[in-house]
């Protein structure tokens, strides 16, 4: 592994500083590819406008109409975060809308993702007149012509990449379909809903909808579309950037949905002090339980309910599921592990009959950074017979492009599959898996540039003394930070005064620079440092007894 540093432009680090952007954060944002300070306003002016996303119009139409007529409408969920709060985000405006509208998760054991038929046939039940997909859709072909063969129109809000045929649906938004010129391709499933929720509002004005009542301030479901997007690790792009601080900000406020509230007050963290990180390690996970371990309707419920109690009870029985997450999760690592130890260097592709399907996902991002090779993980499904993989990738590979190849080489080999370049899911029949395995490394071999197989910690530089303050930590934690836009990592030069476990899994480390010394953590390593170190680390804020105080947190060391 190799410790290397961002490299930034002088003359857009110094017109960031000019505009009163404070010198640290104009080296990072230089180094980010911020060229001034107007990418920084995240404010809702400065966000895009939905009209250049195809096919918003039409569903704000199709919407509006059905609100209109009194019409059923069933929103199709997904099981992840993402998701989940796009489901919310729907519910709740269009309720306030005064749609009738109700919800629906697929249970991911026994139908799997997205619009199946058999989705649809349960959906059927309820009798919808407009089916709405939230987070998945885009490839659900045979999902889409049932519905019509049922007479029930579908709308598909979606932002993952289209397959060769596009469903013949009533209408199709997805940032990602071909001839959509909405210039932010990473936006979220979540973000796509919030945008087609403007535009309904936008046709429904037109229509003196609200005439004589009060209007529904789609600002205050923000905190939805921030949680949403930064669980989905999708790419904080200067829109996502945008979406996250506005939700942040109403969480700050004390502003927050009951659900988001409950679920931070799950995880012990203030409101106050809400960060990006927050939501990905904090709330984020405790509503994916759902999705992983049983029925993500406990957490759909969460975040749609009004009533303070019942968010909170389903808040802790999010974290319970969590604390099961995690417990089957090391179980699963450590069997990995021990199958790694008889694998060549290359292996990418695990499977182990005991593993459970709603886990394999995190098992492989725990693995694609141990490898630092893209990595996909099998456990068998619901059915018996055949395996529900989850893949996670590496900068210099595109996942679904790769599973692409593969299907293309070996026909029917892989049942379905969908994703994107960081992410993927899949299905094979447990018969194909060495064959899968045989093809799977046989493409990365071809696809994955050398260059990507080099293992890097990219840093921000050295850290001034004078930067390395409480003051200084807060402030890099209000910041927006997130996939595509990393938290800062510094480098330098220490020596290493003293070393001892902590938590059984730990090292407590305090580092001597220039005479000044520094309380430092080396979290789920156990390696010995030795006297002196060139570390990559971050800083960060540590809270112990109610008192607070500034602590690196080291990444990386080299000798």
Not at 102 to 123: Q, S
Request: charged share 25%.
């Amino acid at each position: 592994m190799r410790i290397v540093e961002r490299r930034y432009a002088d003359a857009h680090r110094r017109a960031l500083v000019d505009a009163g952007i404070h010198p640290l954060l104009a080296r990072l944002y230089a180094a980010r590819s911020i060229r001034s300070a107007a990418e920084l306003r995240y404010e809702p002016g400065a966000l895009l406008p939905p009209a250049p996303m195809k096919g918003i119009g039409a569903a704000a139409k199709l919407l509006a109409d059905a609100i209109q007529a009194g019409k059923r409408l069933l929103i199709v969920a997904d099981y992840d975060a993402d998701g989940a709060t796009a489901c919310a985000v729907g519910m709740r405006a269009l309720r306030a809308f005064g749609a009738e509208v109700r919800f629906l998760v697929p249970d991911r054991f026994k139908l799997g993702y997205g619009l199946t038929p058999e989705l649809v046939d349960i959906a059927a039940q309820a009798k919808p007149d407009i089916l709405i997909t939230v987070d998945n859709g885009i490839a659900s072909v045979e999902g889409v012509a049932r519905a019509a063969h049922l007479g029930i129109a579908t709308l598909i809000t979606d932002h993952h990449l289209p397959g060769a045929e596009l469903p013949q649906a009533a209408c199709i938004v997805n940032p990602n379909q071909p001839g959509c010129d909405f210039p932010s391709k990473a936006i979220a499933g979540v973000g796509v809903m919030f945008y087609v929720m403007l535009a309904l509002r936008a046709e429904l004005r037109e229509r003196n909808h609200f005439r004589g009542r009060e209007e529904f301030n789609l600002g205050s479901l923000t905190d939805l579309v921030a949680l949403g997007t930064v669980a989905d690790v999708v790419p904080l792009d200067a829109n996502n950037r945008n979406l996250v601080a506005q939700g942040l900000r109403r969480i700050r406020a004390g502003r927050a949905q009951p659900g988001i509230a409950a679920l931070l007050r799950a995880a012990g963290r203030p409101f106050a002090e809400a960060a990006s990180f927050d939501l990905g390690f904090a709330a984020g996970p405790r509503l994916n339980a759902a999705g992983r371990l049983a029925d993500m309707r406990l957490g759909i419920e969460c975040l749609i309910t009004d009533d303070e109690a019942r968010a909170a009870n389903c808040a802790q029985a999010l974290d319970q599921l969590n604390r099961e997450r995690r417990k089957i999760e090391t179980q699963m690592l450590d069997q990995a592990t021990d199958v790694l130890k008889n694998l060549p260097a290359s292996g990418s592709s695990f499977f182990e009959k005991s593993w459970h399907e709603g886990v394999v996902g995190i098992l492989a991002s725990r693995l694609k950074d141990r490898l630092h090779l893209p990595v996909v993980c099998f456990a068998r499904g619901a059915d018996g017979v055949n395996l529900k993989g989850s893949g996670r990738s590496i900068a210099g590979l595109h996942l679904r492009d790769c599973l692409d190849l593969v299907a293309k080489r070996e026909p029917g080999l892989i049942l379905r599959f969908g994703g994107h370049a960081q992410a993927a899911g899949l299905t094979i029949a447990e018969s194909g898996y060495e064959r899968f395995a045989q093809a799977f490394e046989r493409a990365l071999g071809e696809l994955l540039p050398a260059e990507a197989r080099t293992r890097t910690v990219e840093t921000d530089g050295s850290l001034e003394p004078s930067d390395c303050t409480l003051q200084v930590a807060r402030m890099l934690e209000a910041e927006i930070w997130g996939q595509g836009f990393p938290q800062p990592v510094f480098c330098d030069t220490f020596a290493v005064e003293s070393q001892r476990v902590v938590g059984e899994r730990h090292l407590k480390l305090r580092l001597v620079k220039d005479g000044r010394r520094f309380e430092a953590m080396r979290f789920g390593a156990l390696e010995p440092l030795p006297a002196r170190v060139r570390a990559a680390y971050r800083l960060a804020v540590n809270e112990f007894n109610g008192l607070k105080s500034v602590q690196l947190n080291v990444e990386h060391f080299e000798p």
